[in-house]
């Protein structure tokens, strides 16, 4: 296991758990009790964990798994909830991007597209994830627009009042958003409340809405509403998706499609 595998394991147990011994995180991946101490102390010095006596424990109340440790969580299926939502993008559209996993691969599916190679633009991207931004910049088919904010290290995002001049500006022909939960009743929702607002601003100034979110996010809460699902045009997601699930977000008014 490398150590990027390795810290990104160590980090999701102790999301999962609140505190985790040294011998018990050895036992779990498998590696010596010496390597658990170096990567502790490691992950410590990054202000990751907080490094206890004989383990570690989450760094703060609110623990937010950085991006770049939650790639790997249903990677396949975001790859494929992201084709899917890239093929219901058009040539020539404005498309709003929040930050996250599933949307940086929908980026990414967007930046094969053949029928996206040329055009004056072939798409204009608005962004206020400075990692989407970074990777599309190089295609000098797409326009790429970033907001102005302040970058949360958590997620990439630019968030705060900067970005509002910028978003109240222009409108867009489609709004992809990544969210930490979606649930009928209580909507889209995010982690944190200034990526919320920014997100809320994105699916304001768009015609439709597009969630892009693999099942383990169906039916949760979280923290900071975006919107409605009753907001929402649809939803992509994989094939894990419970029959009734489906049926409540169609009563919503939510096309699902599952991939």
Same mark, same amino acid.
């Given at each position: ?11 999701e147990l102790?999301?999962?758990r609140?505190?985790?011994?040294v011998?018990e ?6 590696v010596?009790?010496?390597t658990?101490?170096r990567?502790f102390?490691?992950?410590a010095e ?18 937010e ?8 969580r249903?990677?396949s ?5 992201a084709?899917?939502?890239a ?16 949307t940086?691969?929908?980026a990414r ?5 053949s ?5 004056s633009p072939?798409?204009t ?9 970074n990777?599309?910049?190089?295609r ?8 102005g904010?302040?970058a949360?290290p ?5 968030v705060g009042?900067?970005?509002d001049?910028v ?8 709004a992809?958003?990544g ?8 909507g889209a ?13 994105l /699916? ?7 969630v ?5 996010k ?8 975006? /919107?409605s ?6 939803l992509v ?10 049926r409540?977000?169609?009563?919503a008014?939510v096309?699902?499609?599952a991939?």
């Amino acid at each position: 296991m490398s150590r990027d595998a390795r810290w990104q394991a160590l980090l999701e147990l102790l999301v999962e758990r609140g505190r985790l011994d040294v011998e018990e995180a050895a036992a779990e991946l498998s590696v010596s009790a010496a390597t658990i101490r170096r990567d502790f102390d490691q992950l410590a010095e990054q202000q990751m964990l907080v490094r206890t006596r004989g383990g570690a424990v989450v760094h703060g109340v609110s623990y937010e798994l950085p991006l770049r440790y939650k790639t790997a969580r249903h990677a396949s299926e975001k790859q494929r909830i992201a084709k899917a939502v890239a093929g219901l993008v058009a040539p020539g559209e404005a498309v709003g991007l929040t930050g996250g996993t599933t949307t940086t691969e929908v980026a990414r599916a967007l930046a094969v597209r053949s029928d996206l190679a040329s055009g004056s633009p072939a798409l204009t991207i608005v962004t206020n994830a400075l990692n989407i931004a970074n990777e599309l910049a190089v295609r000098p088919q797409f326009k790429i627009v970033l907001t102005g904010g302040v970058a949360r290290p958590q997620s990439y995002e630019l968030v705060g009042p900067l970005a509002d001049g910028v978003l109240g500006q222009i409108t867009l022909d489609v709004a992809v958003l990544g969210v930490v939960a979606l649930d009928v009743t209580h909507g889209a929702a995010a982690a944190d409340e200034a990526e919320a607002a920014i997100n809320r601003l994105l /699916c304001e100034r768009a015609e439709r809405v597009i969630v892009a979110a693999d099942s383990s996010k169906l039916g949760q809460r979280a923290f900071a509403r975006i /919107c409605s699902a009753e907001s929402v045009d649809t939803l992509v997601t994989d094939v894990a998706v419970s029959g009734d699930m489906v049926r409540r977000f169609e009563e919503a008014g939510v096309t699902v499609v599952a991939v």
